[in-house]
Every structure is written in structure tokens, then in C-alpha cells.
């Protein structure tokens, strides 16, 4: 299961400013096999992403991509992870100004329609927990957009934080999307009042049964990310990194018996 773990590159956006290859290679030293491509610096050059994965062999586990680029400059985004290496892009967010029921309705169409019209790549959509706040045609917005009926070709990368600040139990709500979830967003909550963001395995989620969901049912990319850390995002991460892999330990010891 190692060879799963992916670190979300948003954790890190702050860093990355001081340079890409050096975040991959400290990312890759403390063990993790790839990055999700995400925050980058505004005048990042794609060929050093490329470099940067190459050199320190991480692969990219997918890549999240703004609405507005996915209409605009489709065939760019194209070519960008034709060179990462990557078939999956990840809408991650709708703005507050377009949470309406008819921006909704656009959002499934166009990504459908990338889906239908590019074979080769995979179009999944990674939520918050404004997505329950809204109802189109009977559904909340995130069950309105990653519906698995009527041939909807949009994929899930659940976070499972979000569903946890939802009010929702992560283990079951991710049970309609076994095999239509290639990647799955890893991060944990505090015990407290603030129920913010916390190292995976430092807060409430139970990641053990989450994680044996995903290995029977086609998760191909753990991605962890923080959107908040109290510590060195680069210290959370390998926090997060070591009780993933712990957990991953004790799973494997239980298979084994």
C-alpha cells in the first residue's frame, strides 16, 4: 500500500514558492511515491514539474485543474498531464459566486462531456461540504454531480474530512463509489471544538477501515492533504506519512493471520 501514498501539493503551496525541485526531492526523501499536482506557483514552468517528478521518481497522482481552465484551455491542460504522466484531472472546487443550481448543472455537463469526448483520461470531482447546502433535481450538489446512474461519467476523489465536517460517517458514504474513485483525499480532524485540520491518525477518522475499503475497491491513490497546519506543513506531512504507513503495517499483519 505504500506505493500508494501520494502528498497533495496544496499542503505545500507556500514552499513551492522557494522552488519545485527541492520540495519533490525532500517529498520523495521522507517517502512518499508521488504528488498530487495542485497550488503551484503562478509562474511555474511545466517542464521543471516534469523534471522534478523524473529526477526523484514520484509519480503524479493526478492533477486538480480550475473550472475556468478546463473550459478555456482544455487542450493545455491536456498536454500538462500528457507530460506528468497522469490520465486523472480533478475539478477541486466551485466558487462561491457559482454555487447556484444552474452553474451545477454546467459543471456535470462540461466534465461529462471531457469524459465522453477524451477517452484517456479520467475526470473525477473532489468536494467540500458546501456541496450539501444546495438540491438540483432532488439531490444535494455532491450527490447531484458524482450520481453513478444515467451513464454520469464523473468520478469521486472524496475528502474525507469534508464528509466527516458534513455530519456524515466517511466509511459509509464513500460505499457508492467503490471502483469510481481512483484517488481519495486523506486528511484528519481535532477532537475539539474547532474540528479543524489535523495530521492523519491525530484526530477522529478511523483511517484503517477507510484504507481496507480502498484496496478492495480500486482506490489507485492515497492523496493527503492539509489545507491548515499548525506545525511545518512538511512536518504534517510526514506525520500523516508515518501513520498512514503504520496503518498500512497493521493491515497487512491482519491479512496474513
Known sequence: MNHKFAAQLYTVREELKTGIRPIFKTLKEMGWAGVQISALPKDYDKN????????????????????????????????????????????????????????????KKLLNDISSNHPDYRVSYHNH???????????????????????????????????????????EFIGPYANRMPIIHLKD????????????????????????????????????????????????LEISLKNLQKFAKEISNQEVR
Open 48 to 107: 521543471e514539474v516534469a523534471l522534478a517528478l523524473k529526477e526523484n521518481d514520484l509519480q503524479a497522482a493526478g492533477m486538480h485543474v480550475s473550472f475556468d481552465r478546463l473550459k478555456n484551455d482544455l487542450a493545455g491542460v491536456l498536454q500538462e498531464v500528457d507530460l506528468y504522466g497522469t490520465k486523472d484531472i480533478i475539478l477541486p472546487f466551485i466558487q462561491k459566486d457559482s454555487r447556484t443550481s444552474e452553474r451545477y448543472v454546467e459543471i
Open 129 to 171: 461540504d458546501f456541496e450539501f447546502d444546495i438540491e438540483i433535481e432532488g439531490q444535494d450538489g455532491l450527490h447531484y454531480l458524482l450520481d453513478p446512474h444515467d451513464g454520469n461519467q464523473i468520478l469521486a476523489e472524496i475528502d474525507v474530512y469534508w464528509i466527516k465536517k458534513a455530519g456524515f460517517d466517511p466509511l
Open 189 to 236: 480532524m481535532t477532537s475539539d471544538s474547532s474540528q479543524t485540520f489535523a495530521e492523519v491518525g491525530t484526530g477522529v477518522i478511523d483511517f484503517v477501515p477507510i484504507l481496507q475499503w480502498g484496496e478492495a475497491n480500486g482506490i489507485e491513490w492515497y492523496a493527503v492533504e492539509q489545507d491548515i497546519c499548525e506545525r511545518p506543513p512538511l512536518e504534517s
